[in-house]
């Protein structure tokens, strides 16, 4: 080959790299140009709007661009959800909730949709925690156990339904020790933590971040977390862990976060991830309202956010397959066993 030939090979290999850069570059620098519509699948108040919010903010200190909060409860989150996912596939409606809620919709047979339809990106942890009103007699997780075991379905408990982390906990606590209660299901955490507070139930199972503010001022009494960790919540103390009352007892991480549905331009994606990659992790305000709430700070995105949701998805999904609850073996829908 003639040396000019090799130069001007070169100089073409040159210009499309750079144009391949360029490219690249232009896909991670989505402008959104008009307000973003996040749906928040839950009443306002809740875990899932609280975090949602402290997210938004930052979002849009990233975009340049006003993130509208849309609260669209109903069918424990599967309505919001099915918002977020027919409406146009242009990036610009998202949702929000816990990952082992969106991964099983389609077991339950409410929404026709899986983890691989959705991009996600994780936010916190949250850990369930056995509140009761401060009337009650209940002073340990042993006292309520007790007593649910000597009043069978009688005593009550508010959660924010089906497929909710006080559910799913009541679930957990109830296929380890045999128990029976009698739930009573609202539109959201929140107002289930009001509920118990009222003393329209007696107990929650909802998450720390929504009995936090309770909890430190009295209103609700905090038995055990669903968790072999305790919990250090920030004007309080420590929280212990009801693995101290029932042996071996664990539960999976339940994750938050944000979902955009599959389909959306690659520019979005793109842009989020870059968001979660370089701006989220640092938020002072994401932060603060982890430790407040007693949360865990594990921003994630990718394929590392598939993974880490998958064994709460499994043990959400095959629970209520177990107790008669969800309509679709979670195998015929590609959740395994865990």
């Known amino acids: 080959m003639h040396a000019d030939s090799v130069r001007n090979l070169a100089r073409r290999v040159f210009v499309v790299a750079v144009l391949s850069a360029a490219a690249s570059s232009a896909l991670a620098q ?10 928040v699948p839950w009443a306002a108040g809740g875990s899932t709007d609280q975090v949602t919010r402290v997210t938004a903010g930052e979002i849009e200190k990233a975009l340049g661009q006003t993130v509208v909060i849309i609260n669209q409860p109903g069918a424990s989150g599967a309505i919001g959800t099915k918002s977020a996912l027919d409406a146009a596939k ?13 991964g099983t919709y389609e077991t339950l047979g409410s929404l026709q949709t899986k983890m691989s339809d959705w991009n996600i990106f994780l936010t916190v ?4 925690v056995i509140g009761v009103n401060p009337a009650t007699p209940y002073k340990t997780a042993k006292d309520l156990i007790d007593a649910m ?8 408990v508010a959660t924010a339904g089906v497929t909710s982390a006080g559910h799913n906990a009541m679930d957990f606590i109830a296929g380890a020790t045999g128990v029976k209660y009698r739930e009573v299901p609202y539109d959201g955490g ?14 929650t199972t909802q998450l720390a971040v929504e009995q936090a503010d309770m909890i430190r001022g009295k ?16 004007g309080f103390g420590v929280i212990p862990p009801l693995s101290q009352t029932i042996p071996g007892f664990t539960a999976p991480a339940n994750y938050f976060g944000i979902f955009i549905p599959k389909g959306v ?16 992790p640092k938020s002072e305000a994401l932060k603060k309202y982890a430790s407040s709430r007693g949360a865990l700070f594990l921003p994630t995105s990718g394929d590392a956010a598939q993974k880490a949701v998958m064994p709460a998805v499994q043990a959400n999904a095959w ?20």
């Open 190 to 203: 929140n107002p289930a933590v009001v509920a118990t507070v009222s003393g329209e139930a007696e107990v």
């Open 149 to 156: 075991k000597a009043q069978p379905g009688k005593i009550t």
């Open 30 to 39: 989505w402008k959104p140009s008009r307000p973003i519509n996040l749906i």
């Open 90 to 102: 242009d990036g610009y409606t998202w949702t929000a909730g816990a990952a082992q809620d969106l």
């Open 319 to 338: 629970m209520l397959f177990g107790a008669g609850k969800a309509k679709v073996s979670p195998d015929t829908v590609g959740i395994p066993k865990p």
């Open 125 to 128: 942890a949250n850990i369930q």
């Open 265 to 280: 331009p690659d520019e979005v994606v793109k842009t989020v991830q870059k968001i979660w990659e370089e701006n989220i």
């Open 219 to 234: 209103r609700l009494r905090p038995l055990a977390t669903v968790s072999d960790k305790p919990l250090d919540l920030e």
